[in-house]
């Protein structure tokens, strides 16, 4: 009966967020010119990670993914790519777990290890303990990336959306969405694309 | 003149072809809808597996049906089987189409599973759950393209659903219970 009601409660709180983001998508979550803030999460490795122990980097690549979602799975490689290519430049990858491991196991922070060693992530693999990061970055789905600019004033979001427009086939890629919006960020020119919407599993709360 | 001939000789097997298909499609109730449901758009390919037949869209051959100007409610859920709630939804839309196909209601399930997955897990997953709404397969990598043309506000997050006729139209990115659903439908039939 109890679980009942919580799964009452929480369809009726998806509803409402729905609503909410539907009616409100700009204030949910950061639009392009916000500040992102940090946060303290435990990685894959046993340490917590916070932005602000890279002091030398000139932005961050936060993508939020997960091991469950079939999207997320056919850009790990590209993830790990953008990492190699941008780490060096100042611009390191830092991955979010967004999902709740109760309600989808194969995201819990034992499973994520064992991902994270498989596919031999070069950035931190990061659980969104107790789901707070995600919803204050507005991320809906896996994945979905948040390219920030480190300024004096803070970190700026400057691209939110798809690494590139095409999914299911990285040799047939035509527009490298945030390798065009990383370059042109170091470059100190405008970013052509700052916002892109691609098919994702939704968050899982 | 060898050129004309095979011209004719292609003539003759695209015509045979051609009666082959109507003859089939005429077969079955259902199967000739689905043709009349998507007259405009030409499937880029279809997935056949014993009787399930799947047209494979692109978004230009699927967008007309975004667009019906005629006397029937649509109500379009892009879903995929990879996608828990979407599945878990999938039970209400199945008896909005039991209850109102006679009510001028289309229920069409657009499904996103990646091309590797139509045969080892759609078209399983159609036979083993009986979908009797038709379902057609949206396979356009240029996501950043149609996504907005299917709505502005849509992020790209499934379940995700749109409902419309000729006198108002509804986005929905969020999962439905059967009595939201309904009760959202009745918005668009109501006399």
């Not at chain 1, 009942?4 to 909410?20: E, K, Q, Y």
């Not at chain 1, 916000?34 to 002091?55: C, E, K």
């Not at chain 2, 878990?88 to 069409?108: G, H, M, S």
């Not at chain 2, 990598?141 to 108002?168: E, R």
Request: proline share 5%; with cysteine; aromatic share 10%.
């Amino acid at each position: 009966m109890k679980k009942t009601m919580n799964f009452a409660l929480v369809g009726l709180l998806l509803v409402v967020s729905a609503f909410t983001v539907n009616d409100t998508i700009e204030v949910d979550g950061y639009a392009i010119g916000d500040f992102a803030s940090d946060f303290n999460l435990m990685s894959t490795t046993g340490n917590m990670v916070s932005m602000a122990d890279y002091p030398n980097a000139k932005g961050f690549l936060i993508v939020f993914t997960c091991n469950s979602c079939p999207y997320a799975v056919a850009y790990e490689d590209r993830i790990i790519a953008l990492d190699r290519k941008y780490k060096g430049l100042g611009v390191p990858v830092i991955a979010i777990n967004p999902n709740n491991p109760d309600v989808q196991p194969s995201d819990s922070y034992e499973k994520m290890k064992v991902r994270a060693k498989e596919k031999g992530f070069t950035f931190p693999y990061l659980l969104d303990d107790g789901q707070k990061v995600f919803p204050k970055y507005g991320a809906t789905r896996t994945p979905h990336v948040f390219l920030l600019n480190k300024t004096k004033e803070g970190n700026k979001v400057v691209y939110i959306g798809a690494v590139d427009d095409n999914s299911s086939d990285a040799s047939a890629v035509e527009t490298t969405f945030v390798e065009d919006a990383v370059d042109a960020m170091l470059a100190g020119t405008p970013i052509e694309i700052k916002t892109t919407r691609a098919i994702g599993c939704t968050i899982k709360v | 003149m060898v050129n004309f001939k095979i011209q004719c000789y292609d003539m003759q097997r695209i015509i045979v072809l051609l009666v082959v298909v109507l003859m089939i499609s005429c077969g079955s109730k259902e199967k000739k809808e689905s043709q009349l449901l998507l007259a405009e758009g030409i499937p880029k390919l279809t997935v056949a597996v014993d009787d399930i037949h799947l047209p494979v869209y692109d978004f230009n051959g699927m967008e007309g049906l975004f667009h019906k100007d005629d006397h029937k409610t649509y109500v379009i859920n892009f879903w995929a089987t990879w996608c828990k709630p979407c599945v878990a939804e999938l039970p209400y839309f199945e008896r909005i189409y039991t209850e109102q196909k006679d009510n001028n209601v289309e229920v069409i399930l657009v499904n996103l599973d990646m091309p590797k997955m139509w045969e080892s897990n759609l078209v399983p997953f159609i036979k083993k759950k009986k979908l009797k709404s038709k379902v057609i397969i949206l396979e356009d990598p240029k996501q950043n393209t149609w996504i907005p043309k299917v709505n502005a506000d849509w992020s790209g997050g499934i379940p995700a659903t749109l409902i419309y006729n000729n006198k108002k139209r509804e986005f929905y990115e969020q999962s439905f219970t059967y009595e939201e659903l309904n009760a959202s439908l009745n918005e668009f039939i109501k006399k």
